[in-house]
């Protein structure tokens, strides 16, 4: 083993972990694209079976839009350990010598880039097909910004608890969903009181809150759930 | 280098084995027997940190391995039953991150390991589109690139032909005559030059029984 080696840092392996979720995502672009348009086709039901009434869609607009956010994100989810877990890379992964906190942070946010963020920028073309007011499209993308990673967050604990089982799309709707009310909960709440013109600083600020939350605490559960599925 | 003392494994109301000791310093190989079902994989998994339904003791180096899980890592390689090859990647895309995750990109390296196993030409195709033994020989690249001192190998020899398994028994061989300690389980009958300890879970199983 005489051959001279350029030896990694933890970053790199990082790089190296979100180079190979995009490039998974472009792979098989279906895992992607479909949670998209779920998202799209569900939210365009709703002015087709509720009517015109702009006054009556404007209303429910940041509700249906961050419901449907977040079941998109739940059915992105699918996607995230699955293939993994069948082929034993996620074997691979738990011996790997690098910290697997940052692994699967790395994991997440390459997930969360390629579900997650979609789903930002195309709000604001779905708010005005419920008739939201211009005024609420930036706190709309920006509650979304910083509530779809969180959610992506605890998707994946659920995820990695279930992905050891052959059918696990209702039981982790069912594990994951009552988690997720807190963040549907401000993250509504911030395009309200934009449209009622009232300050969402402190509103984002929870959602913000909420996020580093995630983002300290998810991955250390995400590894725990990961050894258990593999056992 | 490595060692595991009193070892007892239970699967379904039922002892896979029971005060199983043993020690495996530079330079030997231990091959694990038993039939289908006797608990190969289990002990192997359970060796290298992947299941933690056991009691008894096992360490690395004189410590404790799950007090140094990273430590321990780095000097393992495993290879299981599933080859941890995505099948939409190519090879050298799969191999890149698999020396991301054990710290070093080398892509020269990888480009001689794939030659070595006969898949010269083959870098940039995905996996999906090569054979069963193709898509093994990729896992088993991974051996060529492993600095790891202790390999534990769960049927390496699967899928392979007959080049392919003389192949990987040189491999062996040469890993084991640098300093390295191999642990595997494989129903062919292993024709390797160093000497080969076996354990033998059958055996084992009686004296728990």
Sequence with gaps: ?231 | MFSATNLFCERDERVLFTQLNFTISAGEVIQVQGANGSGKTSLLRILAGLNADFTGDISWQGQAVNRRRETFNAGLFYLGHSPAINKTLTPLQNLRWYCACHGFSDDTAIVLALADLGLAGYEHIPCHQMSAGQQRRVSLARLQLSVAPLWILDEPFTALDKQGVADLEQCIDTKVRQGGAVILTTHHALQLQCPVRVINLDELQGVGA
Excluded at chain 1, 27 to 44: D, E, K, Y
Excluded at chain 1, 53 to 59: C, E, H, I, P
Excluded at chain 1, 152 to 179: E, Y
Excluded at chain 1, 181 to 194: D, E, R, S, Y
């Design chain 1, 1 to 231: 083993m005489s051959r001279s080696r350029f030896s990694l840092g933890v970053t790199a392996c990082l790089l190296a972990g979100l180079q190979r979720e995009l490039l998974l995502a472009v792979r098989s672009p279906g895992n992607t694209i479909n949670p998209l348009m779920f998202f799209v086709i569900a939210i365009s039901l709703f002015p087709l079976g509720g009517g015109a009434d702009t006054v009556f869609l404007s209303s429910i607009a940041p509700g249906v839009i961050w419901v449907t956010a977040l079941l998109a994100v739940m059915l992105s989810m699918e996607s995230l350990f699955r293939s993994d877990f069948e082929d034993g890379s996620l074997e691979q992964l738990l011996l790997s010598p690098q910290p697997l906190y940052f692994q699967i942070l790395a994991k997440v946010f390459g997930h969360w880039l390629v579900t997650g963020l979609p789903l930002v920028l195309l709000s604001p073309l779905l708010g005005l097909l419920l008739a939201l007011p211009a005024q609420a499209y930036l706190p709309l993308m920006l509650g979304l910004l910083l509530g779809t990673p969180t959610l992506n967050l605890i998707g994946a604990i659920g995820m990695a608890l279930t992905v050891g089982l052959s059918r696990s799309g209702l039981l982790l709707a069912v594990l994951v969903l009552p988690l997720s009310i807190p963040v549907l909960v401000f993250g509504a709440g911030v395009v309200n009181a934009a449209l009622n013109g009232l300050p969402m600083a402190g509103l984002l600020a929870v959602l913000g809150a909420m996020l580093a939350l995630a983002l300290s605490l998810a991955p250390l559960a995400i590894g725990a759930a990961l050894r258990i599925s593999v056992n």
